[in-house]
């Protein structure tokens, strides 16, 4: 099993990046995949994620608005489109995969427990 995330990088405030999720060894289309990052001296915190059909999102309330979850099933790689980037969004940019073909309700997309597998994580660093 692999997750591996990119597309991080060195950014001015109100700029954009585009993270890409390209993910291995297990079965993309039935997994629902999030994103969590963790700031210096925070704990990891819930950013976005897509259901494992795609036709649910859910987004913490800090990026609602700036940043898009979408997946490509035919390449298994998730991607989180950030607009308007601010310096409170730096952090270390984290994918997680929950392989299950489960749909939750409400807040439990944002459950870290609920993604078994984590890849190695890409820097975000937002100047202002």
């Known amino acids: 099993v692999q997750l591996q995330a990119s597309g991080g990088g060195l950014v001015q405030a109100g700029g954009s990046l585009r993270l890409s999720c390209t993910t291995s060894g297990f079965a993309f289309s039935r997994s629902s995949i999030s994103w969590f990052r963790q700031a210096p001296g925070k704990e990891r915190e819930f950013a976005a994620a897509i259901s494992w059909g795609g036709s649910t999102t859910d987004y913490a309330d800090s990026v609602k608005g700036r940043f898009t979850i979408s997946r490509d099933n035919a390449k298994n790689t998730v991607y989180l489109q950030m607009n308007s980037l601010k310096p409170e969004d730096t952090a270390v940019y984290y994918c997680?995969?929950?392989?299950?073909?489960?749909?939750?309700?409400?807040?439990?997309?944002?459950?870290?427990?609920?993604?078994?597998?984590w890849g190695q994580g890409t820097q975000v660093t937002v100047s202002s």
């Open positions: 997680g995969a929950d392989p299950r073909a489960r749909t939750y309700s409400g807040h439990n997309w944002q459950i870290r427990g609920n993604y078994l597998y």
